[in-house]
């Protein structure tokens, strides 16, 4: 089945020390997004790549960086996590038409839960 | 920006219809998705509207005024299983990414 994998389910970090979560889609979307989602509120969007076009959230820390090295896969990058990074970090993609919109949903993977020692 | 209002939580019972209301300020509009989202799991797609009127798929029907800044979601047949919060997501005129609100939580008991 086609689907949205995102590995580790679990991370645990040392505060302080770099992290990569990765992302990996086997749906051929054009659109790959990152969202951090802190229990009991809404999923927030950090940035997303439109093909390899990146798009940063005004409001994303520059702590938070991404790679997308191929269509398929995308990287999230926490170089020196905090204790407010400790979070459920959400991977989603999605299929942006040729007129710029679709009514395509976004298709999410099971998301990574990070903790921060 | 966007402001999007759920109710934060709600209860009904097994059987029972429950309705999820969402109202929301965009700049423009083009169109609004409805997820589930279990604890500790990825939100998954319920539905979509960008027309004015009901959507209905299965026990699960979507409702938009795009006039008044509304939607609802109407569950039927409520199961244990609905037990999840459900998110409201519109989508601001001349954008294809959807905004999510904190969502609703629905507990469902028997």
């Known amino acids: 089945d086609a689907m949205v994998i995102q590995n580790p389910r679990y991370q645990v970090t040392q505060f302080g020390k770099p992290v990569t979560l990765s992302c990996s889609q086997t749906?051929?979307?054009?659109?790959m997004y990152w969202y951090q989602q802190k229990s009991s509120q809404a999923p927030k969007l950090l940035f997303h790549?439109?093909?390899?076009?990146?798009?940063n959230e005004a409001d994303t820390p520059d702590n938070f960086q991404s790679r997308r090295p191929n269509t398929s896969f995308c990287f999230l990058d926490i170089r020196s996590p905090g204790l407010g990074d400790a979070a459920m970090y959400l991977c989603a993609t999605s299929s942006r038409g040729a007129g710029g919109y679709s009514n395509q949903p976004q298709h999410f993977g099971d998301g990574t839960r990070l903790s921060i020692l | 920006g966007q402001n999007i209002d759920q109710p934060t939580e709600m209860t009904a019972t097994e059987g029972a219809i429950v309705q999820i209301n969402c109202t929301y300020q965009?700049?423009?509009?083009?169109?609004l998705f409805w997820y589930q989202q279990h604890a500790g799991e990825a939100p998954t797609f319920l539905s979509y509207n960008v027309l004015d009127g009901l959507e209905e798929k299965g026990r699960f029907s979507s409702f938009l005024s795009r006039s008044k800044g509304y939607s609802y979601l109407l569950l039927k047949e409520l199961q244990m299983k609905d037990s999840a919060s459900y998110l409201c997501a519109p989508r601001s005129g001349g954008s294809y990414i959807p905004t999510f609100g904190r969502g609703t939580s629905l507990i469902v008991h028997p």
């Open positions: 965009t700049s423009g509009f083009n169109g």
């Open positions: 790549y439109y093909d390899k076009d990146f798009n």
């Open positions: 749906l051929n979307h054009n659109v």
